[in-house]
């Protein structure tokens, strides 16, 4: 993948010492994360740089030895938040407590894009009688969330669990409800989380279905129960996704796979070597970034809090890397 031409978007090859605590991040986890995925990568050198990987290098020297740090700037501002795999209460059987379906994507949506937007899918018969329902949650608004989060467990009340990932969208715009409680003037932006929005939904239930509608954005899922228990959620590269060393990016301007070095600003300055194995639908942008916290409502507070700028190199072959750099004028 080569990174869109265009006059608005710049490269500079950067050296190691310019990256904010390089030298003190843990490269081992990195590469191990990068070993998840490197497989996968279907460009020759990606592959010939995982089987160095795989010989056991020094990881620090792995990296500065066959990558250079790109930073990659489109003229937006850089922005990074957090995500994480919810756990939900629900049924494989609909019933007076569970009656929000999951559902899977049918056909319709897979060929048309855009497709129904949320409040018609959702107040129409549609998806009624056709099966698409993988099972059924107790919470409307925990079910929104997983839509934005792409993937999450729910635990059935036996005590095991169901996986659901994402499968695809209806392809309508994503409207964020917490930037619109801010336009409202409900909130100021430092007040809004994941949390405080869903308090005032489930508070407020006429205003808060209303609310969501904003979000015409609607993602289905699919069953994924082949993953362990014990191991991420899949992300866009259809392996498990690594708490704190995994990020969903655009992957117009970052190649999923590539190691990503961050230097997030804020109360709780992040400094490390991600991998990029996941993408998001409001993830837009060559600067922008969501970090994956992990599974459960601790990650899911954590990630719930972060909104903060910043800068990202995309760590590149050394023959890519300097590639995207504009031809000297003669």
């Known amino acids: 993948m080569v990174p869109p031409a265009s006059a608005d978007v710049t490269y500079t090859v950067m050296d190691y010492d310019q990256l904010d605590a390089w030298d003190a991040d843990d490269h081992g986890a990195a590469l191990k994360t990068f070993l998840n995925t490197c497989r996968d990568m279907k460009d020759v050198d990606w592959r010939n740089l995982c089987k160095f990987a795989e010989a056991d290098p020094d990881p620090r020297q792995f990296f500065e030895l066959f990558f250079r740090p790109v930073l990659i700037e489109d003229g937006n501002e850089a922005m990074f938040t957090g995500y994480f795999e919810p756990e939900l209460e629900g049924d494989l059987y609909p019933s007076s407590r569970y009656k929000y379906p999951v559902y899977a994507m049918p056909e319709e949506a897979k060929v048309n894009n855009p497709w129904l937007p949320r409040r018609e899918i959702l107040n129409s018969d549609v998806m009624k ?18 839509q934005i989060q792409g993937s999450g467990r729910i635990r059935l009340p036996n005590g095991s669990h169901i996986r659901v990932g994402y ?37 407020n239930p006429e205003d808060g279905r209303e609310l969501l509608y904003h979000n015409p954005s609607y993602v289905f899922f699919r069953e994924v129960n082949q993953v362990p ?36 600003d804020g109360k709780d300055p992040l400094h490390r070597l991600m991998i990029a194995q996941d993408t998001g639908s409001a993830i837009k942008g060559a600067q922008r970034a969501d970090v994956f916290f992990g599974t459960g409502d601790a990650a899911g507070r954590a990630a719930g809090k972060l909104r903060d700028p910043g800068r990202m190199m995309v760590l590149m072959p050394i023959q890519r890397a300097y590639a995207l750099l504009p031809e000297p004028l003669l």
């Open 129 to 146: 009688g056709r099966g698409l329902e993988i099972a059924y949650v107790d919470d409307p608004v925990e079910l929104f969330f997983l």
């Open 167 to 203: 499968r695809g969208a209806n392809g309508q715009p994503y409207r964020s409800i917490g930037v619109e409680l801010i336009r409202r003037g409900v909130y100021d932006a430092h007040q809004v989380s994941a949390d405080v929005i869903k308090n005032w939904v489930r508070r």
């Open 229 to 264: 228990a014990e191991d991420g959620p899949l992300g866009a590269m259809n392996r498990s996704v690594t708490a704190m060393r995994s990020i969903a990016v655009d992957p117009s301007f970052v190649p999923l796979g590539a190691p990503v070095w961050i230097e997030k």
